[in-house]
């Protein structure tokens, strides 16, 4: 299966951005529990919560690399 991430906002600082959003399945469109989501570049990471949300601090332009088991990982471009 294949995961994607749905960037819903961000909140832009001093060289540092907060990213949120969603990891669902692309099949299914359900959302997951507990998918890992790293900024390649700053290695912060996040975990998505009980409804697929993540929300995640990274130096833009970033690459977030999005993996759960039993899925393809996938890269998402981010820039601001």
Known sequence: SVL???VLKTVCG???T???GFVKDVVTNERLIGANVTDNRTFNGSI???NGYFNILIDAPAKLRISYM???SSELCIDL
């Open 48 to 50: 998505t919560d009980h």
């Open 70 to 72: 039993g899925y393809t």
């Open 18 to 20: 907060h990213i949120s």
């Open 14 to 16: 001093y060289s540092q």
């Open 4 to 6: 994607i991430a749905v």
